[in-house]
């Protein structure tokens, strides 16, 4: 069965970048027709998607992040990562990492890991 | 971007649902509902607008395409009442919204 796991949760700086990593195991990342997505949610709010990397290695990101965020895979670790850089409070939330079929919807969830932006 | 409705929808056990959620323009069928219970991550209900995903009862159902669509719960049990979030995608570039959800309440 397949499982994702973020990163544990992390207190990171105004202005700083937040570095996350999802490790996937019971399948490889390398398979097929999977995007391997990072979406968010900050406290008491609804869910934003933050953008996914495809098999292929292509990446997509939502327009309103994209100047700051990079999606990538490291095959061999069989995990993907997240940077997004110029944090401010506003990046407060919790983090999932998760597969997508069809470049949408989300059939895997990770349990989610908690940043804090906070000087 | 997408807009649910009604924000907040107050039942009792064994009544029936139902959710809206309408796109700004058309995204096909590309739509998808999940049920969030707090402290959890959300959970995969509906895809491609009317395709029940793995193990999920049939009490859930998903109808709709284009811009209007609809999710409906037959005969609500206790476990229902939660926070129901609508995705959908563009055709291309493939790029994703959650519309902002639906708390489903007793």
């Known amino acids: 069965q397949l499982q994702l796991r973020e990163s544990d949760s992390r207190l990171v700086k105004p202005s700083q970048t937040l570095s996350l990593t999802c490790a996937v195991s019971?399948?490889?990342?390398?398979?097929?027709?999977?995007?391997w997505s990072w979406i968010r949610q900050p406290p008491g709010k609804g869910l934003e998607w933050i953008g996914y990397?495809?098999?292929?290695?292509?990446?997509y990101y939502n327009p309103s992040l994209k100047s700051r965020v990079t999606i990538s895979v490291d095959w061999s670790e069989n995990q993907f990562s997240l940077n997004l850089s110029s944090v401010t409070a506003a990046d407060t939330a919790v983090y999932y990492c998760?597969?997508?079929?069809?470049?949408?919807?989300?059939?895997?969830w990770g349990k989610g890991t908690t940043v804090t932006v906070s000087s | 971007v997408l807009t649910q409705s009604p924000v907040t929808l107050s039942l009792s056990p064994g009544e029936r649902a139902t959710l809206s959620c309408r796109a700004s323009?058309?995204?096909?069928?590309?739509l998808a509902w999940y049920q969030q219970k707090p402290g959890q991550a959300p959970r995969l209900l509906i895809y491609?607008?009317?395709n029940r995903a793995t193990g999920i009862p049939a009490r859930f159902s998903g109808s709709g395409s284009g811009t209007d669509f609809t999710l409906t719960i037959s005969s609500l049990e206790p476990e229902d009442f939660a926070i129901y979030y609508c995705?959908?995608?563009?055709?291309?570039?493939?790029?994703?919204?959650f519309g902002q959800g639906t708390k489903l309440e007793i």
């Open positions: 998760a597969r997508a079929l069809n470049y949408y919807y989300i059939d895997v």
């Open positions: 019971g399948g490889s990342i390398s398979s097929g027709g999977y995007s």
């Open positions: 990397i495809y098999h292929s290695g292509s990446t």
């Open positions: 323009q058309s995204v096909s069928s590309y």
């Open positions: 491609d607008a009317s």
């Open positions: 995705q959908q995608r563009s055709n291309w570039p493939p790029e994703c919204s």
